[in-house]
């Protein structure tokens, strides 16, 4: 993991006093409601419906037990005992008081953790595979570009006032776990035909009111030359994006307008006048950075171990559970676990701080300290032992946090919604409850397989439901919530955009409406297939019938 | 509106002439871009400075084979929250070798000041909390990681070899 060196250290600490006294001047009226914004937007602090609410940065995923045991305590002391992860690997606290902020900032910074750019029109947090370093198909780990973009952004002075806010994912894996083509900028590593590895460039990805997949725009870019690369596109877009409609000044709006050859162009004929200047990587750098995220040194562990063996067959329950949360991990003996944050009928993503303290203490005995948070709002431990699944199983259960659903239909994502955001339609929230609990039970009778639920409150869609297998929109109809519902979307490496089914449903009817979607794909699935893969291939219609026959 | 030079408050030594206002015999003065290009050689041959205000959409390549003879370069904030002019900075500064007087005017505010100097402006047209908050803003944050106009920033640097020991 990446640990700060005295540089780092020094940073924060004058970010944290100078954020200090900027709540201070407004506190004292100094500073207008107007000037003050942006800047507390930069430390990731927002005034929501009821209170104001502090974003953590996650940079790429990665906790340690410490830092874990840090967010435990600002949500015991400074908010209402829990917090709630977010899509973007962030964590958010909904009540937290102005006044406070400056000592829990302070607090979190002994951590090595902030708020910085996690908000705002700048760029933001950079995501990525919640699995890097760990699973068994990655070509190159992504968290050393993440951590190098990660420093390169950091009140980047040219780059803190764009059109609008700004999101880079990476992943090093073919399989996409990251989403990387819903970003602003996707950044891929791979192999070219020489062997060497680089980076695919996309660039216009992003949902929210216009959905779009992002564009390439550059096959293969050579790792040295990432920064002035990304340079290059963050100084077209600052220059030519959009700045006189919100709705319009993101990225991927220009992509669209110029459409992605010119914005290739452009990109190159900048990149060009730079590349060989101050931003080149170093090989230096890049090794001194990579030395952070060196794998743990694995102690021999046993492949077959019959501890687990003997469990599985025992108890049914903690074979479910392997089946869907563990994941096979790189090193023979060694699994990846994912902690589900959506039992059934909990708000999704929700943590307690006791959850907190108690799995920063179950990562310091089962995972070299390590928690990832994934954009689906689960959280993992990437690298436990196979013959200590049993016990990790039980001290999970215990804590009501080995609920059996990764990846499955009640493994919903859902954005905060009416509970707590201002411009909401509709209660994402139980919604997915309900749902969750309902399609566990169908999950349980029928053995649904891989199904991704995503619940958006409106259409600035924090709650990806375009890419959703099945998506859930709230929208308003004459003051009353409805959910316009689409099917067939994708943040994988098949990425697409889900399509409307047909006109919204009332709220009192969405849970049975999506029910029967699903129960329709149980009819119709031939061997194996997911339900993506069934509506890829017979198409809409029969899903029509049986919303039009359920609303 | 108060102007900070080296930290200092000083007099403003440019004056601007409007785009329909006649030039005056001497005198520094700056004039818009579109009036730099149609008058751009009586400008010149004036005997006397002359500076430049760019609105965000002037190019800023089209200063370039006179920017040696250019006393002053102004580039505008019209909303603090607008980005533009640190990338016409950066531009003037670091692709075209601008070294004259490179001034922040607009909605500047103390709390942008950072961002301008590291994209290479030197002087600002600040307002009355600017320039008394202006040393204050202009240290609180010595450290910066990537680089920009006037420093290589740390992020390339404290790993390799030519290890820098300071800050800035
Ligand atoms: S999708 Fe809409 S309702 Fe949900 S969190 Fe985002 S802005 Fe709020």
Not at chain 1, 144 to 153: A, L, P, T
């Amino acid at each position: 993991m990446y640990r700060y060196d005295e540089f780092d250290h020094d940073f924060l600490a004058e970010r944290v006093a100078q954020f200090g006294d900027q709540v201070a001047r407004r506190l004292s009226g100094e500073l207008t409601e107007e000037e003050f914004r942006p800047l507390r937007l930069m430390n990731g602090l927002y005034l929501q419906l009821h209170a104001y609410m502090l974003r953590i940065a996650i940079p790429y995923g990665t906790l340690s037990a410490t830092q874990l045991r840090a967010l435990a305590h600002v949500a015991r002391r400074y908010d209402n005992g829990y917090g709630h992860f977010t899509t973007r690997q962030n964590m958010q606290f909904n009540w937290i008081k102005l006044e406070e902020v400056p000592q829990a900032m302070a607090d979190l910074a002994a951590a090595e953790m902030h708020g910085i750019q996690t908000s705002g029109n700048c760029i933001r947090n950079v995501t990525a595979d919640q699995w890097a370093g760990v699973a068994p198909d990655e070509i190159e780990d992504p968290r050393v570009w993440c951590e190098i973009i990660r420093q390169w952004s950091t009140l980047h002075p040219e780059f803190s006032f764009l059109p609008r806010k700004f999101k880079i994912a990476v992943t090093g894996s073919p399989h996409d776990r990251a989403a990387v083509r819903v970003h602003d900028i996707g950044l891929r590593l791979h192999r070219n035909e020489a062997g060497e590895i680089g980076f695919e460039v996309m660039v216009g990805g992003g949902l929210g009111r216009t959905p779009y997949i992002a564009k390439t725009i550059r096959e293969f870019l050579p790792k040295q030359d990432l920064l002035s690369y990304l340079e290059a596109i963050l100084r077209v877009y600052n220059q030519l994006g959009r700045r006189d409609n919100i709705y319009k000044a993101r990225i991927k709006i220009l992509v669209h307008a110029l459409g992605a050859e010119k914005i290739a162009e452009l990109v190159e004929a900048e990149w060009q006048q730079m590349r060989d200047g101050a931003l080149k990587l170093p090989q230096a750098t890049i090794d001194a950075i990579s030395t952070h995220f060196a794998p743990p040194d694995y102690p021999t562990r046993d492949p077959m171990p019959p501890q687990l063996m003997a469990a599985r067959l025992r108890d049914p329950d903690f074979a479910r559970w392997l089946r869907s949360n563990v994941a096979p991990h790189r090193v023979p003996g060694y699994a990846i676990v994912s902690i589900s944050l959506k039992p059934e009928g909990a708000p999704p993503g929700d943590c307690t701080a006791g959850q907190m303290d108690a799995l920063a203490d179950l990562s310091e005995r089962y995972s070299f300290g390590e928690t990832r948070v994934t954009h689906e709002q689960n959280l993992v431990f990437p690298h436990v032992a196979q013959e200590h699944l049993p016990e990790l199983w039980r001290a999970l259960d215990a804590l009501e946090l080995a609920t059996p659903n990764i990846g499955l239909a009640s493994d919903i994502i859902a954005c905060p919604g009416l509970d707590y955001c201002s411009l909401a339609n509709a209660r994402s929230i139980p919604v997915a409850q309900h749902l969750g609990q309902r399609l566990g039970a169908l999950d349980r009778q029928h053995d649904l397989g891989n199904l991704q639920v995503k619940i958006s409150g409106c259409i600035n869609a924090c709650g990806h439901h375009h890419v959703g297998h099945i998506g859930l929109l709230g929208v308003d109809k004459n003051g009353e919530e409805f959910y316009q519902i689409t099917l067939g979307g994708s943040a994988a490496d098949d990425a697409s955009l889900g399509a409307i089914l047909g006109p919204a449903v009332a709220y009192d009817k969405v849970v049975d409406t999506v029910a029967s979607l699903v129960e329709g794909y149980v009819g119709l699935r031939e061997n194996g297939e997911r339900f993506l893969d069934t509506y890829r291939r017979v198409g809409a219609a029969p899903f029509k019938e049986r919303l039009n026959a359920a609303r | 509106m108060p102007l900070v030079k080296d930290g200092a408050l000083v007099a403003d030594a440019w004056t601007r002439i409007a785009d329909d206002a006649a030039l005056p015999g001497d005198g520094a003065v700056t004039v818009s871009f579109k009036r730099w290009e149609a008058e751009r050689s009586s400008l010149l041959g004036r005997n006397a400075p002359v500076g430049v205000f760019l609105g965000n959409t002037d190019p800023v390549e089209a200063l370039a084979s006179d920017l040696n003879r250019i006393g002053v370069v102004m580039l505008d904030f019209p909303k603090y929250t607008d980005g533009r002019a640190y990338s016409q900075a950066r531009l003037l500064r670091e692709r075209l070798g601008y070294r004259g007087e490179l001034r922040a005017t607009g909605n500047v505010l103390r709390d942008q000041l950072l961002f301008m100097r590291r994209s290479g402006f030197d002087t600002y047209e600040v307002d009355e909390r600017g320039a008394a908050g202006f040393a204050a803003s202009m240290a609180a944050v010595t450290h910066a990681y990537q680089p920009a106009t006037n420093d290589a920033g740390m992020l390339l640097r404290r790993y390799t070899s030519a290890r820098a020991s300071g800050a800035k």
